[in-house]
């Protein structure tokens, strides 16, 4: 099944934050001050090296 295009998603865009372990996982980006936190816990990735962006379609 694929989304009607005329129907524009209302979700936020999520991001996938990778540390420089090599690990990813969700998380947001504090726009105040630039750090990057997860979404489990809420603490800050003090060493993440990179982010990408995703949006979901809907919501379960």
Do not use: C, Y
């Not at 990813?24 to 489990?40: C, K, R, S, V």
């Amino acid at each position: 099944m694929t989304p009607d295009i005329a129907q524009q998603s209302e979700l936020p865009a999520g991001l996938v934050v990778f540390s420089a372990d090599g690990k990813a996982q969700f998380g947001w980006q504090n726009p105040e001050t630039g750090a990057f936190h997860a979404e489990a816990d809420g603490n800050v990735i003090v060493d993440a090296v990179g982010v990408v962006a995703w949006l979901a379609g809907r919501v379960h």
